[in-house]
Structure formats: C-alpha cells, structure tokens
C-alpha cells in the first residue's frame, strides 16, 4: 500500500518504499559452498530423521525422534520426556536461546544466514527458480517479458516443483507424530487421521508462500530476531563489513586506475555492484550495517572474485568488528577479541543448564508417586473411634515391562491401616499394586490411624513404592489430619 504525505497535492514522499523483486544472482566462493553444505545437512536431517529407528525395547515406540501425543511422551534417542518432565524441553529452549545470543555475540546474525529454515527453504526455491528459469538477468527478461508457450511452460515447472518441495515439507514435519514408516503407508491409502492431511496441507500452504514469494520481506518485516539481534550485538561482534578505509572514494576500475596514477584517493571498490545483485536481500553493504542483511556471506563471496579479477587483495567486504573499522581509520592494526566476559557468561550458561540437566536426566527414577489429599473431608473420625484420610495415588511405571509396587506411609506411628480400594493383594499389610508397562494407574487409598494409637492433629507422611523385584523407589509427601 502506498501512503502519501501530501494529500493536498497528490504528490508528496511515500511513507513506504515500494516492493521491488529480488533476484539473486548466483555466486560461488567459500561461503556459498559453506551454504550449501549446510542446507544439505539440515534438509537431510529434517527428512530423514523420522525414519531413523531407536530400539527401546518391547512396547516402546522404536522411532529415534517421536512426539507421541497419544501416549504423551516425547521421545529423542535415548532420552524419553514424560508429560510431567516438560521443565526437560524448557531447559532445552533455555539452551537454545543462549546459543543463539553467543552465535550473535561471535558473528552477528550468522543463523538468519545459514541455519535458519527461512535461509535454508528460501536458497532452495532460488536454486530451483534458477535452475528452470536461469540466473539473475534471464529471470528478469522472463518477468519482464510477453506471456508465451515457453514462459508459461517455465512458470508452471518451477511452481509444481516449489508446491512438491512444500508438500514434502508438511508431509516430512507429520512424521515426527506417528511412526513414520506406518504414517507415510496411510498418507498413501488414504487411511491417515484427517489432522495429519491438514497440517501437511498447512505447511505445504505456508512454505510455499514464505520461501517462494516472500522471502526476504520475512526476515526484514516479519521476524522478530533482526530487532532483538541489534539491541543484543556489540561492537566486537564479527559482522559482515564493507571495509570503506579501502574501498571508498569508489569508482570504475578505470577511473580509480587513472586517479591512483595521478596520486590523488581511489578505492579498491569499483563500484561494479556484484556485492548488491548476489545479496538474497537486495542490501548494498556499502552503506553500512543494516537490518535487512542476514550476515550470509554471499557478498563476500561475489567482491572478492571481483578483486581476484582486478587484482586487487581479497577481504574488501568480510566479516568484521566495529571495533576494527574504526581500528582502521586511525591506521590501527585489526583485533579480534572472541572471548570476552560477554561470551564467557553464556558458554557458562549454556554449559550450566546443559550440565544441570543432564544430570538430572541420568538420576531420575523410573518409578514415580504423585498424591492428592481429599479435601472435603479431610478427615473422618469413624464410629470405631479410629481416624481415616482419603488419598488419590498415582502410580508411575516408566519402564516398558509390567511392575508390581509395595506402596507404604512412613512418618506415623506403627499400628496404621492402608487400605487401597479395589486391590486385594499384599505384603506386611501394605498393598500391593500393579502397573502395567510404560503407564500409570490411579488408586484410592485410606490410611487409617485405629483408636488408641496416638497421632498428631497434623503429621507430614511420606508416600513411597516400591518395586518388588529391583528396590526401584518413588516417593511423595502429604499429611495425616487427626481431629
Ligand atoms: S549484504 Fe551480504 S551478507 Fe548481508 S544479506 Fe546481503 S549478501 Fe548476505
Ligand atoms: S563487489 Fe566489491 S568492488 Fe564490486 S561494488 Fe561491491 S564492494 Fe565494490
């Protein structure tokens, strides 16, 4: 939409500069195979990893990656997240925003550049576009020019091949939810649950809009992280830098030639604008750091094959610290400072919450107890004089095999009653209940304190199971009213 300042006139300065169409030419260098590499090893991963088979036994899901909603549990390898262990994923989300403020403390916005799936998707469409339609310029002459057999043929290859690549995507992000193999055979009969149909079809929609018109208006309009990146960077931070002490006063390798013959400044930069029509964003480094550059790289790529062709000493554009660029212009040697208090305190983190969690992952129990007091009453003096507390008990079997559990309540004097409705077996007077593999199962109990036994008005007890066969225990506290 077009806004105008000067309703009066008609005429006036636009609060909105105009859309113009990106059309990234290719490039190749260092950084453009870096890229690709990358986008090789992450769509591969993305892929293939719900194929990938993790063996955890009989009754367990044998997929290595699985977000199993029915049977809540999320699976990664051998790690296995139970509903009530989601702090596991918030400690992994904590880790991965501290990654991704070290990344930019390093190198700035280095994942919009490589990593992230709008980069990644996005080069993938451009490759694919470049591929049917050709590079840069003939994509422009295609766009610019008349409707005809050919363009249409075009057009309709690159927009079937971008809807497969979308397709495939949705179809990929489902697989994560069921076991794949069985998935995919549904998908194909028709046989799947209909959610799964209208994610694919979600993400096949939306992939397609994002990487295939949208582009780089997503990372300069609609992504939070440019903002929260330039309020979080600093100065050392290495960014991708037009080095202007070497490059400017800029001009045509003739001109500069001719200049630098005469004595007078001349640049390295011959101003041949290949830094700006490789940028997937359309950004002219040349005018300093802005946000709309994802830091890929591929400038760099494309000024120094420039300089190798004009023989000129490679690194006009490279990644750089501000610290650096101000370095040079008082004739100051380059410094780059990686480690600093700033990336310390988040390897710190990210190692103390890493190590934090892992530890708590290898001590967890495999057998767990949760308790719930009855409120209304919270007690019941019965006609026998003796005292009773309802509980709800939820036994925990986290192990693929079917468990029996002695549950006991320490903490009150001997003499006690537990009784646990609907289970007759047990051991000493203390039930005995079994839990089937990899479930739970919720039991009422009554502890029951008779007459004549002493009791406080209020006693903390201790809830605790444990296995028959191996002493796996699980604990939990609660109280004893007594009147
Ligand atoms: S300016 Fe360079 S680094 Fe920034 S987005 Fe464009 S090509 Fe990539
Ligand atoms: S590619 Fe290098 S030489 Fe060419 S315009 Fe960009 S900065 Fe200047």
């Known amino acids: 939409m077009r806004v105008e300042t000067d309703a009066g006139s008609g005429g006036g300065e636009s609060l909105y500069a105009e859309h113009k169409k990106v059309y990234p030419q290719d490039v190749q260098g260092t950084f453009r195979k870096i890229k690709w590499g990358i986008l090789i090893a992450c769509l591969g991963l993305y892929y293939i990893l719900p194929f990938v088979r993790w063996d955890r036994g009989p009754n367990a899901p044998d997929q290595a990656v699985l977000i199993d909603f029915p049977g809540r549990r999320f699976y990664f390898f051998f790690i296995e997240i139970w509903p009530q262990e989601f702090y596991f994923i918030t400690g992994l989300l904590i880790i991965a925003a501290f990654t991704l403020f070290l990344m930019n403390a390093v190198a700035g916005r280095v994942w919009c550049g490589y990593l992230c799936p709008q980069t990644v998707w996005t080069d993938l469409y451009v490759r694919i576009e470049a591929l049917i339609e050709g590079d840069r310029r003939e994509r422009i002459r295609l766009d610019q020019g008349p409707w005809t057999a050919m363009k249409v043929a075009q057009k309709v290859a690159k927009h079937t091949l971008w809807i497969l690549v979308a397709w495939w995507t949705g179809g990929a992000w489902v697989l994560y ?23 694919i079809g979600i993400l096949t929609a939306t992939t397609y809009a994002l990487a295939g018109f949208m582009r780089e208006q997503v990372c300069i309009y609609m992504c939070p992280w440019p903002r929260i990146q330039a309020a979080l960077t600093d100065e050392w931070a290495l960014n991708v830098s037009y080095r202007v002490d070497r490059g400017e006063p800029r001009g045509s390798l003739k001109s500069n030639k001719k200049l630098k013959a005469e004595g007078l400044p001349a640049g390295d930069c011959v101003d041949c604008g290949q830094c700006v029509v490789v940028c997937p964003t359309g950004t002219d480094i040349r005018l ?8 890929c790289g591929l400038c760099i790529d494309a000024c120094n094959n420039v300089m190798d062709k004009v023989g000129s000493p490679r690194g006009l554009i490279a990644y750089d610290t501000d610290i650096n660029i101000d370095r040079r212009k008082h004739g100051k040697e380059p410094i780059i400072k990686l480690v600093r208090v700033r990336t310390l305190i988040y390897v710190g983190l990210i190692l103390g919450i890493a ?6 992952l290898l001590n967890r129990g495999f057998a767990d107890v949760n308790v719930l007091h009855d409120r209304n009453p919270i007690f019941v003096q019965n006609s026998d ?11 925990l079997n986290k192990r693929t095999h079917e468990r029996t559990f002695v549950l006991s309540v320490e903490g009150l004097p001997t003499g006690i009653k537990i ?25 009422r109990v009554n502890v029951i304190v008779p007459k004549g036994v002493p009791v406080e008005k209020s006693t903390n007890v201790t809830f605790r199971i444990t296995d028959t ?3 796996e225990m699980g604990t939990a506290k609660d109280f004893f009213k007594a009147p």
């Open 177 to 199: 939810f069921a076991d794949a193999p069985t998935l995919v055979k549904d998908l194909a009969t028709g046989q799947a649950p209909v959610v799964a149909y209208v994610w």
């Open 419 to 443: 009784e646990a409705v609907g289970i007759a077996e047990a051991v000493g007077g203390k039930p005995l209940v079994v839990v089937g593999p990899d479930q739970t199962r919720e039991i």
């Open 385 to 395: 004089g003796s005292v009773r507390n309802g509980y709800t008990v939820r036994l």
């Open 355 to 360: 190590g934090f969690m892992s530890f708590t």
């Open 288 to 295: 300093g750091s802005q946000l709309s550059c994802i830091q």
């Open 469 to 471: 066969s191996i002493g």
